[in-house]
């Protein structure tokens, strides 16, 4: 399967509502370069002397993309809207859990869901065993006089198999820089929990053309800290895409899915690159998550408000049909 040229959709032409942006001339959006105008849109071309996007002839075709022996396709999805953190009640969840319950689920899919912290014991001792449980956040070491904070050894204890670190919020609310969450990954990933590890861009870096910079920075942060690979999974969410009603376009995310394996693979090794599920999230929801399916780098998505409707939910879960006829 082919890649993308190395143009991305101008910020004017950003999906969904009010999204008319002015996005300054000659850039794509992921990196500044002069030279864009006349850069050649094979998929081999380089956006600067050191990031190289990977044509499908250089790497085989992931189709189903199979985790290192799960077998399964790469979704990991979120059952609740992290952006406040506070969404649902002890009603609405067990609504939730039991339309998940009751719902027929691509087998191909791994589904991971994030109540908040006071919910996840009712989530854990009424959600079907074919659902695995993250918590929303953990402490960067073992727990103590950390008031208000979990610990990564609290949430095995509780039965959750994964954290979500690294998240927006986190990041640009809470004050969490870059090594602060790589040493959170590395102490979760100690404790034998798996990590969602976000990454992702605001507005304005998008429109300065540092897309790639910021996402790197951050992938970086996390490569310095962490022991392994073998139980992390990136979630690209571009911030401006996040509750507002707005997403990237399929091409506008597979785009910096391949830039983020490509690097993974330059900086990591091989593979890594070839094993790590690389998730999007952003205004995820049941009509666009076919089309985003379908894009070879994209396994699976990191939902937010749209998992808060079973139906929906269960619809965007068994969007993974649309990889299988793409594939």
């Known amino acids: 399967m082919a890649m993308l040229s190395t143009y991305l959709t101008p910020a004017s032409q950003l999906s969904g509502p009010n999204s008319a942006v002015a996005s300054p001339p000659h850039f794509s959006g992921l990196r500044r370069s002069s030279k864009l105008e006349s850069a050649s849109l094979s998929t081999a071309q380089s956006f ?52 998940l319950n009751s719902a027929t689920l691509e087998p191909d899919v791994d589904v991971v869901v994030g109540p908040p912290f006071v919910y996840i014991d009712q989530v854990k001792n009424s959600l079907s065993d074919r659902i695995e449980i993250a918590a929303q956040n953990s402490w960067i070491s073992k727990g103590g006089a950390f008031t208000g904070e979990i610990s ?49 861009e605001l507005l304005e870096e998008r429109e300065a053309g540092k897309t790639f910079d910021v996402c790197f920075k951050q992938l970086k942060a996390y490569a310095d800290a962490v022991p392994s690979w073998d139980k992390i999974v990136i979630a690209y969410e571009p911030v401006w895409a996040i509750g507002t009603g707005k997403v990237a376009s399929p091409e506008q995310a597979q785009e910096v899915h391949v830039a983020v394996r ?23 929801n049941a009509g666009n998550s076919a089309d985003l399916a379908k894009k070879e780098d994209i396994d699976g998505f990191l939902v937010g408000g749209a998992s808060l409707k079973g139906s929906d939910f269960a619809t965007i879960i068994n969007s993974v049909t649309a990889k299988k006829v793409a594939a």
């Open 48 to 99: 600067n002397s050191h990031t190289r996007l990977s044509s499908a002839t250089n790497r085989p075709s992931r189709g189903i993309v199979a985790m290192a022996g799960s077998g399964k396709m790469g979704f990991r999805l979120h059952s609740l809207l992290v952006a406040t953190g506070s969404n649902g009640t002890k009603d609405s969840i067990k609504q939730l859990v039991s339309d």
């Open 262 to 284: 490509d690097w993974l693979a330059k900086n990591v090794s091989a593979e890594v690159a070839s094993k790590t599920r690389i998730i999007y999230g952003g205004s995820v």
């Open 152 to 200: 990564a050894e609290q949430l095995k204890d509780i039965g959750c198999k994964w954290v979500i670190l690294g998240h927006s919020e986190r990041r640009h609310v809470i004050g969490e820089d870059d090594q602060f969450i790589g040493k959170k990954a590395a102490y979760a990933l100690g404790q034998d929990l798996g990590v969602i590890a976000c990454i992702g």
